[in-house]
């Protein structure tokens, strides 16, 4: 299984990015698709994921802001990032909970994409 994330770039405080993130692969079923982002300096933290049935968690400090949506039939993930702000900068990481052909439940990572939030 290998996801592909893209659309991070450059972009100036209070504008609007979209990442994507496809998955490809051979597998049963997707059951939690999210993003996650690492800052210079800090942790990985969670920015938003998608349960099966469509529920969705935010974390707090982008919860009006960010939109995060799911393409089930593509097995794509987007995320609609709204009011940027300089702290949003960081590596952008797409992760999925994967059963697998063999029925396992497996984790995998994307590489990343870059968003940097600066005028």
């Known amino acids: 299984v290998q996801l592909q994330a893209s659309g991070g770039g450059l972009v100036q405080p209070g504008g609007s990015l979209k990442l994507s993130c496809a998955a490809s692969?051979?597998?049963?079923?997707?059951?939690?698709m999210g993003w996650y982002r690492q800052a210079p300096g800090k942790e990985r933290e969670l920015v938003a994921h998608?349960?099966?049935?469509?529920?969705?968690d935010y974390a707090d400090s982008v919860k009006g802001r960010f939109t995060i949506s799911r393409d089930f039939a593509k097995n794509t993930l987007y995320l609609q990032m709204n009011s940027l702000k300089p702290e949003d900068t960081a590596v952008y990481y797409c992760?999925?909970?994967?059963?697998?052909?063999?029925?396992?439940?497996?984790?995998?990572w994307g590489k990343g994409t870059l968003v940097t939030v600066s005028s």
């Open positions: 998608m349960m099966t049935r469509g529920s969705t």
């Open positions: 692969g051979k597998f049963l079923e997707i059951n939690i």
């Open positions: 992760n999925a909970e994967v059963i697998t052909l063999d029925y396992y439940k497996r984790i995998y």
